[in-house]
């Protein structure tokens, strides 16, 4: 499979990303994070490499709260199909 090679804006800057993603993807992806600086922005007035960090922090915790969440619901899936499974007997 070959990369592919897609610019995307984010911050007001172009960025040219190679990825084995769909151009659709990494726009996407792109998307997300141009509008988590934006937001980011609009709160505080932090140079721009802060802000970037601070940017990257959030949704850094973003993921892992929805990491974390995903491994609660398989939790509570596999509790439930065992309880389904003692029913059936």
């Given amino acids: ?3 592919i090679r897609t610019t995307v ?3 007001g800057k172009e960025y040219t990303i190679a990825s084995y993603d769909s151009e659709a993807y990494v726009q996407r992806v792109a998307a997300y994070v141009d ?4 937001e ?3 709160a505080t007035r932090l140079p ?7 940017v990257a922090m959030n949704i850094a915790d973003d993921m892992l709260k929805a990491h974390d969440e995903i491994q609660r619901l398989k ?3 596999g509790e439930t199909r065992k309880q ?3 029913l059936k007997k």
Wanted: charged letters at 35%.
């Fill in 1 to 3: 499979m070959e990369k």
């Fill in 9 to 11: 804006k984010v911050a």
């Fill in 35 to 38: 509008r988590k600086i934006r």
């Fill in 40 to 42: 980011a922005s609009m």
């Fill in 48 to 54: 721009s490499a802060q802000l970037s960090v601070l």
């Fill in 75 to 77: 939790k509570d899936l």
């Fill in 84 to 86: 389904l499974e003692a």
